[in-house]
């Protein structure tokens, strides 16, 4: 290394000392491990959707057996990680206790999580005219594997720390489709295209509510901060709702009625009544033709 390097690792020795908290060292309280949370997330849409999420086909014949060796190796995955992470807060029962009872009741509801996926399939069929098949938005909608992770992450929020929140923003690199895992969704859940798509922690949405990309339900930025911790602070969408592009809506009190449809780049931050729509009346839109020039040097040969 040059001096320069050097001296700069020894910097960077010294900012350890100075910010402990953001070190994890092996001596420092356990955490899960993130890569291996990633693996179970990869494993577990494999459990949801056998066949398109891994590279070997599976025979019928062969699905019981790959699905009981698929269980055993994500309880023995899912055991450590979240034994870690209960590591972290008193415990009421012994650790590993804990941890057996959390995934007992994490995979017992997974079938009922897998049948209300089949909800969002065709929900995603249904609403979008490009879909061929369902196995083409099994394969190729990022909006599935958000909702389908989300829903797992779900079983576990507010049972096991950190260990949710990593599966969800696994999710969220993936897609660009950021679901907190504390929010509440019904079935029939689907995002047409879905980049940039926000759901808050709070945020209640009821079935067959179809979104946009851009779609934002957010809380609003208050003094009170930490306080508001636990508090709803995100909007409640009711039933059959469709949001389009780039709307966000705001606040905790705030509820869109049933069978509304809000149109494109709708601000709201107050109620909407059930079969309201609502839109955003813009101001003149401007179309005039190009006209020609010469051009003066190379570049654009039209101007307004």
Known sequence: MTTATRDAVEELLQTYGETGGINYLAAAASLPSRLSIEAACTELMSLMFPGFRSEALVSSEDLADTTRIRVRHLHARLKTEICRSLGRIPPDQPTEAKAEEVLGGFFQQLP???????TDIDAAYEGDPAATTYEEIILAYPALEAIAIYRMAHLLYGKVPLIPRIMT????????????????????FFIDHGTGVVVGETTQIGSHVKLYQGVSFIARSLGA?????GQKRHPTIEDGVCIYAGTTIMGGDTVIGANST?????????????????YYEEKEVRVVPKRKREPATAGDEFEK
């Open 169 to 188: 923003e696994w999710a969220h690199s993936r897609t660009g489709i950021d679901i907190h895992p504390g929010a509440q969704i019904g079935s029939h």
């Open 112 to 118: 009922s999580v897998r049948r209300t996926l089949w």
């Open 225 to 229: 901060g930490r306080n508001l911790h």
């Open 262 to 278: 809000i149109g494109a780049n709708v601000f709201l931050t107050k109620s909407v009544p059930p079969h309201s729509l609502v």
